[in-house]
């Protein structure tokens, strides 16, 4: 479903704050598959996410989704394929315009500009019984501003709106990273009832071990802008966070050490 060869990204290159953030990822995800990217600050997961939405275009390598390379597509064109959510809740819909509204733009997503079309009442009921299906009674608000919701109703909103129009690869960043815990697990709920529903094909980044082993059916764990982890099939069933932080700490003891040699080696040729 989705295929990235051997993507390298540098930020700034050629300058002194040059930042390779992909160094040679090579990623293939089944179709129906839900995989959850894990990793330190800057290790390169939105920079992943970012490569396959077409945020950037890479600077070698290719990227694939269904069998068509869309490496040199434009962000716009690759968009129709995808649904994303971002970490803020406040980004992903238009304030001002109401429940109803931002949800006829995203059911006509991909299609002619325009709401007129979209405001007929088949459309109105259709939009109010996938709101009344996320079980938040959100559906006696569809006349109310987005800017009147709370953050985690607005996240949810923002979800709702990423899977509308069923997209043949649904990108989630931190998507619950900002929303206290208990609207965080509503969203992961609410996630999991959509990616199963529809069986959507899902990159998930998040923060949190504890959903990285708990949902989705692989994990893999980005160091440097390279997948150092990747778990699936029953390991990943039985895989607990623990785990996870013992990768986290493989990992930083053996950049500690390098950064030891490095200076062992800079002082023996000064
Ligand atoms: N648009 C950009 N311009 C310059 N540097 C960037 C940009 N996006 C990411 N980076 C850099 O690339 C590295 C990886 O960042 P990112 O993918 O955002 O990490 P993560 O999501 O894993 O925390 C970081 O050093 C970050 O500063
Ligand atoms: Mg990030």
């Not at 208990?182 to 999991?192: E, G, H, M, P, V």
Request: glycine share 8%; net charge positive.
């Amino acid at each position: 479903m989705l295929e990235v060869t051997n993507a390298h990204k540098t930020f700034f290159p050629g300058t002194p704050n040059a930042v390779h953030a992909l160094r040679g990822v090579d990623l293939k995800i089944e179709r129906g598959s839900w995989v959850c990217v894990i990793g330190t600050n800057g290790s390169g997961k939105s920079t992943l996410l970012n490569a396959v939405a077409g945020g950037f275009l890479l600077d070698e390598g290719s990227i694939r989704i269904d069998g068509v390379d869309v490496s040199k597509w434009p962000e716009y064109r690759r968009a129709k394929l995808l649904g994303r959510v971002f970490q803020d809740p406040f980004s992903g819909t238009a304030p001002s315009m109401t429940l109803f509204e931002n949800l006829a733009l995203a059911s006509r997503r991909g299609q002619a500009r325009g709401l007129g079309l979209a405001l007929n009442s088949t459309t109105q009921d259709e939009l109010t019984k996938c709101v009344a299906e996320m079980e938040l009674g959100l559906e006696n608000r569809m006349d109310n501003p987005i800017g009147s919701f709370s953050g985690g109703q607005r996240q949810s909103l923002t979800l709702l709106m990423a899977t509308l129009i069923r997209p043949r690869l649904l990108l989630l960043d931190e998507h619950t990273a900002a929303l206290d815990p208990r609207s965080a697990d509503q969203i992961i709920r609410l996630t999991k009832r959509s990616i199963e529903h529809d069986c959507l094909t899902t990159m998930m980044v998040t923060h949190s071990m504890q959903q990285a082993v708990s949902v989705g059916d692989r994990v893999i764990m980005m160091d440097q802008g390279k997948i150092v982890l990747d778990v699936s099939g029953p390991r990943k069933q039985r895989l607990r966070p623990r785990d996870l932080l013992a990768k986290f700490e493989e990992l930083r003891r053996r950049q500690q050490l390098d950064e030891t040699a490095a200076d062992m080696l800079q002082t023996q040729y000064v």
